[in-house]
């Protein structure tokens, strides 16, 4: 597609329910990132793919979350036995490739989804 | 550990002046890029500017322009001629070329309001 396309864009859910959240990124971009935006903070770096693997998993903040990429294609973003903490805006970005010395290839962000968690 | 600092949480300009949002970074990666982000209350996250550690030459990009201060570590956004539209959260961003490739690191951001 034309951009990062995140869905849904809004999600309200109740505490203890699980959630995924869709991550659909530019057509032949190899690589995948999530994001979390807590309300007035920075981004929060989560998880990174490159093809379908996920050499950086580092900034998953509990066991409780978990992601996918099939076919070097859409992602998946999963949240289990949700808590009110997880509420935020959950933003996809896609580049082209990330080598090591790569400079500027163009992260291309998503609109995010905002997760509510009540 | 790559770190970014915005230590301005907010800042007012009047439209059509010149204003200047402050971020310094902490690597030990002696190559690295930084960049800035325009995020509007839409959501969005705009790419803005790019600048490169081995770059000789402050980066522009029409209205924006960077100050990239090596030495002090510091990269700050200059935004000339304040427009309303420029009213938004910017967020600065750093990806380490030899370590941390995989991903950016954000600041905290600034929240940059133009009043008329």
């Known amino acids: 597609g034309a951009g990062v396309s995140q869905s849904p864009s809004n999600k309200v859910t109740e505490k203890g329910k699980d959630v995924e959240l869709r991550c659909d990124p530019i057509s032949g971009h190899t690589a995948l990132y999530w994001y979390r935006q807590s309300l007035g903070q920075g981004l929060e770096f989560l998880i990174y793919f490159q093809g379908n693997s996920a050499p950086d998993k580092s900034g998953l903040p509990s066991d409780r979350f978990s992601a996918e990429r099939t076919g070097g294609s859409v992602s998946t973003l999963t949240i289990q036995r949700t808590q009110q903490e997880d509420s935020a805006v959950y933003l996809c970005?896609?580049?082209?490739?990330?080598?090591?010395?790569?400079?500027?290839?163009?992260?291309?962000f998503g609109s995010g989804t905002r997760l509510t968690v009540v | 550990a790559q770190k970014i600092t915005q230590t301005q949480p907010g800042m007012f300009v009047q439209e059509k002046e010149a204003v200047t949002l402050d971020c310094t970074y902490d690597t030990s990666d002696p190559s690295y890029g930084l960049f800035w982000y325009k995020q509007p209350s839409s959501g969005e996250m705009i790419f803005l500017i790019y600048q490169g550690s081995y770059d000789q030459q402050n980066a522009t990009e029409g209205r924006y322009s960077l100050n990239f201060q090596k030495a002090r570590k510091s990269a700050n956004l200059v935004i000339s001629a304040s427009q309303l539209g420029d009213s938004a959260m910017y967020f600065c961003a750093m990806r380490e070329l030899n370590t941390g490739f995989q991903k950016l690191v954000f600041g905290t951001g600034t929240r940059l309001l133009v009043s008329p």
């Open positions: 970005a896609s580049t082209l490739q990330a080598l090591p010395g790569d400079h500027n290839y163009g992260y291309t």
